[in-house]
């Protein structure tokens, strides 16, 4: 969604702004109602960094694959043959 805003609207509620920003809204800047520009969010990056991602996973419990496997086969059929 685009908003349109003043120049003094962009100075004196750039919390707001901000914020919206954040969650994906543009804004049409004006100065003497005439439209001046436009303010719109980046794109956030797809990828989180590896850093950030190993503290998040830090102190996670390890996985035991043959249980893993032998719980997923339990639930789903992994086999070649169509499904008639």
Do not use: H, Y
């Not at 109602?33 to 989180?48: A, I, N």
Request: charged share 35%; proline share 5%; net charge negative.
């Amino acid at each position: 969604m685009t908003e349109t805003i003043s120049q003094r609207e962009l100075r004196n509620e750039s919390g707001r702004i901000m914020r919206a920003l954040d969650e994906g809204e543009t804004f049409v800047i004006t100065s003497n109602s005439q439209p001046v520009g436009e303010l719109r969010p980046l794109r956030k990056p797809k990828f989180g960094r590896k850093e950030d991602l190993i503290a998040a996973l830090r102190g996670v419990a390890s996985v035991d694959f043959a249980q893993f496997r032998a719980d997923i086969d339990e639930f789903v059929d992994q086999g070649i043959d169509p499904r008639g």
